[in-house]
């Protein structure tokens, strides 16, 4: 199947510090990728919708000025958590649509993000 | 009510034994069906990916939808320790002029040896 990379797969960062992850279709082209956070045995929950060239979508208690997505190619997004703070301690994911291959969706390995 | 409707587990089965994974929904307008399986701390890896009414196989993994009860199926033959994993069931609708996807809680199995 198609690869999504994510990277890093692991931070540890001071409170007030920003972070930034990033996600990369390896081997096709994504014009829309997904970022979600994930609690312990809970699910994905999604947090906004990136489109390549243009902004981000935003769900509904998401601050757009807290993570910041920017979709500059058809290969990367990135997810930047702004100042981060404790309670920002989470598992991120990304994933993308391969548009050539049905509409089927892969999902990067992941980011644990802890907040000191 | 959820769109999506997955029994959270967890599920315990002896190695070797037959795994039947579940969900149901409730939006009809739901058109492309997949399955996931996710280890601890890891990205979610697609297993199945359907699109019609009836069966798929795949090894050891069967997809099944019915799309007249709204309820899909996942399973697992031969089940291995390392199957020991969480499932997500999702599903895709057209909204807004993209596919949105709308994901189960996840089952969390356990195959014990």
């Known amino acids: 199947g198609a690869v999504v990379s994510q990277h890093p797969s692991w931070v540890i960062c001071k409170s007030g510090t920003s972070v930034k992850i990033e996600c990369r279709s390896l081997d096709f082209q994504a014009t829309t990728m997904f970022w979600y956070r994930q609690f312990p045995k809970q699910s994905l929950m999604l947090m906004a919708t990136s489109n390549e060239g243009s902004k981000a979508t935003y769900e509904q208690g998401v601050e757009k000025d807290k993570f910041l997505i920017n979709h500059a190619s058809l290969t990367l997004s990135t997810l930047t958590v702004t100042s981060a703070h404790p309670e920002d301690s989470s598992f991120y994911i990304c994933?993308?649509?391969?548009?050539?291959?049905?509409?089927?969706?892969?999902f990067g390995s992941g980011t644990q993000l802890s907040v000191l | 009510q959820k769109e999506v409707e997955q029994d959270p587990g967890p599920l315990s089965v002896p190695e070797g034994a037959i795994v039947s994974l579940n969900c149901t929904y409730s939006?009809?307008?739901?058109?492309?069906f997949m399955w996931y399986r996710q280890y601890s701390r890891k990205g979610p890896e697609l297993l199945m990916y359907t699109y019609s009414s009836g069966n798929k196989e795949d090894g050891r993994f069967t997809a099944q939808v019915d799309k007249s009860s709204k309820y899909i199926s996942l399973f697992i033959r031969d089940s291995q320790p390392s199957d020991s994993a969480t499932y997500l069931c999702a599903m895709t609708s057209q909204s807004g002029g993209y596919q949105k996807v709308t994901f189960g809680t996840g089952t969390k199995l356990q195959v014990i040896p």
């Open positions: 994933s993308a649509r391969d548009q050539g291959g049905n509409e089927k969706l892969f």
């Open positions: 939006n009809s307008a739901f058109q492309y």
